[in-house]
T-cell receptor, first 113, second 114 residues
């Protein structure tokens, strides 16, 4: 069975500091991995994805994520956090063997001024 | 501008009533999806459609119904059989079929059962 986990319900960082939002996955094949962001009472917005190639993926708004096959992780990172980055972040995984995509439960990021 | 339009944004329903949530896209995407979002549970797939006149059940299809008569439209009906319908409902589309590409989401519809 495929699954995705976001081990932290909440993450808090100070503005200007680096941020990391963690994601681990469990799939039977090579995964397609995605990060989305959600602002209050809004739909999700796509940030970045990994399908193949370079393990470091760059996305929107200065975010990047590193695919680590040995640790089955796909952590979201940003070198310098902004207050406006405060939102709910979702990791999603798709196993090519299954016609399905699974979302993590979400991590609420708070960036303090 | 291209995008996905969901309506209504807020909806209140009495128990025993069916309601239909609208989802329209002008992105010319083949695939469309309905997700339900509850606090702390992420998104759960209700139904999806990869082509007109065809759709498949997701993880939590019971108590819901859909149709896909036009490429642009994928309405979701929440029936009285859905035991706990109060939730935030998200419609999405993707250019690629088979969950291989990024999803484009609407702004959501919040349904409250009184």
């Amino acid at each position: 069975a495929q699954s995705v986990a976001q081990p932290e319900d909440q993450v808090s960082v100070a503005e200007g500091n680096p941020l990391t939002v963690k994601c681990t996955y469990s799939v039977s094949g090579n995964p397609y991995l995605f990060w989305y962001v959600q602002y209050p009472n809004r739909g999700l917005q796509f940030l970045l994805k990994y399908i193949t190639g370079d393990n470091l993926v760059k996305g929107s708004y200065g975010f990047e994520a590193e695919f680590n096959k040995s640790q089955t992780s796909f952590h979201l990172k940003k070198p310098s956090a902004l207050v406006s980055d405060s939102a709910l972040y979702f990791c999603a995984v798709r196993d090519p063997q299954w016609n399905d995509m699974r979302f993590g439960a979400g991590t609420r990021l708070t960036v303090k001024p | 501008d291209g995008g996905i339009t969901q309506s209504p944004k807020y909806l209140f329903r009495k128990e025993g009533q069916n309601v239909t949530l609208s989802c329209e896209q002008n992105l010319n995407h083949d695939a469309m999806y309905w997700y339900r979002q509850d606090p702390g549970q992420g998104l759960r797939l209700i139904y999806y459609s990869q082509i007109v006149n065809d759709f498949q059940k997701g993880d939590i299809a019971e108590g819901y119904s859909v149709s896909r008569e036009k490429k642009e439209s994928f309405p979701l009906t929440v029936t009285s059989a859905q035991k706990n319908p109060t939730a935030f409902y998200l419609c999405a589309s993707s250019r690629d079929r088979g969950f291989t590409g990024e999803l484009f989401f609407g702004e959501g519809s919040r349904l409250t059962v009184l």
